[in-house]
């Protein structure tokens, strides 16, 4: 386990369009299928890293009060499934079964789509304007395995009541932290 951060890209960028299976439903969907009509919250994530399991209770309470206010999240797996079979779509059909997904989890077998959305951690969130325009990068909030800190959904619950309300969005952003993708061989991003 490699601890990384998500990557401090300039904000305001068009989410990248995708076409990926949802693990659960067996369809296929784009970003604009899934979009929600004030914001999108893209994250990545996966079954066994310890950073995801660390905040998955309170990321499924968080998505479903939002889903409620126009906010749709969607979650994509893009992990190499021949190392890491835990991340396979079959067990992140029963993950997300088990734990009652309020979201779409899609899998990127191509990791074409982390690649799009730069993204290098698990979790590594995401936040899209109505526009489909990034907003915020950055963490769920600062609990970590270990530290004590309870998980909260503090920093990304502040971004999504600063939509929700009109306000601005909060200048600070700090980086989520977690396990890096895990990359086919051959196939990480330069």
């Known amino acids: 386990m490699s601890l990384t951060p998500t990557k401090d890209i300039p904000l305001g960028f068009q989410a990248p369009d995708f076409n990926l299976p949802d693990t659960v439903s067996g369809k296929t969907f784009t970003i604009n299928d899934l979009r929600g009509a004030k914001a999108t919250v893209v994250m990545f994530i996966c079954n066994h890293c310890p950073y995801v399991i660390h905040i998955r209770k309170k990321l499924v309470e968080v998505a479903e009060k939002y889903e409620n206010e126009g906010i749709n999240f ?9 190392n890491y079979p835990d991340d396979s779509p079959e067990n992140m059909k029963q993950l997300a079964n088990a734990l009652e997904f309020p979201f779409p ?4 077998e191509t990791q074409e789509v982390a690649k799009a959305y730069d993204a290098a951690c698990t979790p590594d969130f995401s936040v899209f304007d109505e526009n489909l325009l990034c907003i915020y990068r950055g963490r769920f909030d600062e609990s970590r395995p270990g530290n004590d ?6 920093d990304l619950v502040e971004v999504l009541e600063a ?19 895990k990359w086919k061989e051959g196939n990480q991003p330069a």
Request: glycine share 8%; charged share 15%.
């Open 163 to 181: 939509i929700l309300d009109g306000d601005d969005i909060p200048a600070v952003q700090h980086p989520s932290m977690g396990c890096n993708i």
């Open 149 to 154: 800190v309870p998980v909260t959904g503090k």
């Open 74 to 82: 969607i979650a994509i797996s893009s992990n190499d499934i021949t």
């Open 105 to 108: 989890y899609l899998y990127d």
